[in-house]
């Protein structure tokens, strides 16, 4: 048995143990726990804005293209880069943004292309411009698109926007694939090209198929009229989606007075419409780009009217009601992106740390004072240990080994570094010492005046 106890004292000897090195010891563990506890709150509250993300746009020869390359320039500012991807038009937009696999976070999309599609997963940023459809004719005094029956009508190629707006809208007139009236899959360009040519009586445009210069060069075309929508109203009640906007004598050309009278559009908004995962910095830059490339007055608005929080199809973010009610922080109004945005995350941090730290300072003293006490605690385990053999009738080689086991810690005792503060348990154990060293000699006693 002295032999074990030999062992666990030489596995218990704390020699080198000093008050500085507890306190160290305990300074490294409440550090390790804060940086794992803030690393745990950078990555659950809110990471880092990216500094890269993609967007869908339109094709290139669309009014949809050079708007994506205007947000582009703008976020490079803040070192954001928007990687633009030219697309068939509205509905490759949303069908990249409701795919998973497509690694798009936001895109222009025009509205009445959703369909029966789920969209939940998205959100919209705000309406950002009209895109109003032209009818283009060969002809005059077209008002109604029930007068094409029986032509040949370009409505745009499989997969735009411009096809499934314009099926809907022919529809509504009954005018359906299959009837007397041929749908021709053509739009932007090429379309413009065979309205001209004779080959279509009519041709659907819009900025999502088809840049203003095109539409305009086929307006200036002898022999082509742009329709005006006489039923304007009561498109825009059949159809949500919709607004009705006027073209005032004279918009295009004042000294041409281009066009002579009022000519009534119809126009579905087009939306900045992005993933739920959108950094929240982000939308923020996106709207604000908005704000500049679409915020002046124009043909088809006043200034000021783009962007707005109108949303038509897909529920507007909470980043950016937060946005249109209250504008850019105060952080982001004052500092660089990238400074406002750490210290924007650091404040969020702050009262979970704070919450941390103050219970994690009031332990530290209990904390210091438990590891200092147990380094006096340890040794009454063996102290017992030795008692319990003296009473015990130990004898010769056994007694004197437990003899120098209790020198042994007397010894460890003796060399231990205290503070001050913990003297007074320090003395008392080398009082218990010399209580187990006083029971030691009573048995050697005891044993010299057996008789033999």
């Not at 060969?138 to 096809?163: A, C, D, H, K, P």
């Amino acid at each position: 048995m002295p032999l074990a106890h030999l062992s666990r004292f030489a596995r218990l000897n704390p020699r080198t143990v000093t008050s500085k090195r507890e306190l160290i010891i305990l300074w490294i563990a409440i550090l390790g726990l804060f940086l794992i506890a803030g690393g745990l709150l950078v990555w659950l509250v809110e990471p880092a804005p990216p500094k890269t993300i993609v967007m869908s746009a339109g094709p290139q020869d669309s009014s949809f293209m050079p708007t994506a390359m205007a947000y582009k320039k703008i976020l490079a500012r803040n070192g954001i880069t928007l990687k633009v991807l030219p697309s068939g038009g509205s509905v490759q937009n949303l069908q990249r943004l409701l795919d998973p696999k497509q690694h798009v976070d936001i895109a222009l999309v025009q509205g009445g292309v959703a369909g029966g599609l789920d969209t939940s997963s998205l959100m919209s940023l705000g309406s950002v411009f009209h895109a109003p459809i032209l009818v283009l004719y060969r002809g005059e005094n077209v008002t109604q698109l029930s007068q094409f029956t029986g032509m040949r009508i370009g409505v745009g190629e499989e997969g735009t926007g411009t096809r499934v707006i314009a099926l809907d809208l022919l529809k509504a007139n009954g005018i359906v694939p299959g009837g007397p009236t041929t749908l021709v899959p053509v739009d932007g360009e090429q379309a413009a090209n065979e309205l001209a040519a004779g080959n279509l009586d009519a041709a659907f445009f819009d900025g999502g198929s088809a840049s203003r210069a095109t539409m305009v060069s086929v307006l200036h075309r002898p022999g082509i009229s742009t329709m005006d929508f006489a039923q304007a109203a009561a498109y825009t009640r059949r159809f949500t989606y919709l607004d009705e906007i006027d073209l005032p004598p004279g918009v295009l050309n004042l000294g041409k007075n281009e066009p002579p009278n009022t000519v009534h559009l119809i126009s579905p908004l087009v939306e900045l419409v992005a993933r739920s995962s959108l950094h929240p910095a982000i939308s923020d830059l996106l709207i604000e780009a908005a704000q500049e490339v679409h915020g002046k007055s124009g043909l088809l608005q006043h200034a000021g009217e783009f962007p707005n929080p109108e949303a038509h199809e897909y529920r507007i973010s909470d980043d950016a009601a937060r946005y249109y009610k209250s504008g850019k922080s105060f952080l982001y109004r004052s500092l660089p992106f990238w400074v406002a945005s750490l210290l924007d995350r650091l404040v969020v941090l702050l009262v979970p740390i704070a919450v941390l730290l103050v219970p994690a300072m009031r332990a530290l003293p209990a904390l210091y004072r438990w590891r200092v006490r147990s380094r006096i605690y340890r040794w009454y385990g063996l102290l017992i240990a030795i008692e319990r053999g003296a009473m015990s009738n130990t004898q010769g080689a056994e007694r004197e080994a437990l003899v120098k086991e209790l020198d042994a810690i007397e010894e460890s005792v003796n060399r231990m570094k205290m503070p001050l503060a913990y003297a007074d348990a320090f003395y008392v154990l080398r009082e218990h010492v010399s209580f187990v060293r006083e029971r030691l000699s009573d048995a050697s006693r005891r044993e010299a005046a057996t008789p033999a």
